[in-house]
């Protein structure tokens, strides 16, 4: 077999598989060994970089469970404060506005209206509003009734 001229720059020469008869290996050149180590570091680079990439990753994930769990529970506890204060403040207005036989069933409307839209505006928190109208004092034009049963109130479960 007939040596072939190789012109041009060592990398022609090696791919060219043939130096003057010889194999590259037998004049000495080594023949891929640079791309194969590059790769090798290249592709653990890219493993090392992926990893830290999914551990950073895992790590925002889990901060945000524990923080959103922690979040939900704190307003939770608040939202449940804040429906109980507006009920106490809705039945002590309640309470305070004074029926007479005449005006007795729009008070008892009205206030049952605003009672009932607690459980709207409390909605996330699962609660129920219970109000209980009042009546006028029997015997009397006007004022409710001090038994507590008929006492108007609104109240949550």
Known sequence: MQAQRVVGHSRHRRESGWLHGLAPEQVGLE???????????????????????????AVVLVQNVVGGTAESVASHSA??????????????????????????????????????????????????????PGRVAPGTMSGWDTDPKWLPTCEIA
């Open 31 to 57: 023949v891929n060994s640079r791309r194969e180590a590059g790769l090798t570091t290249l592709e653990w680079l890219l493993v090392v970089a992926a990893v830290a990439g999914l551990s950073a990753l």
């Open 79 to 132: 939202r449940q404060e804040a429906a109980e204060l507006m009920v106490a403040e809705l039945t002590q207005r309640w309470q305070a506005a004074v029926p007479t036989k005449h005006n007795v069933d729009e008070i008892n409307r009205t206030f049952v209206s605003r009672c009932r839209q607690v459980d709207v505006l409390f909605a996330d928190i699962s609660l129920r509003s219970h109000p209980r």
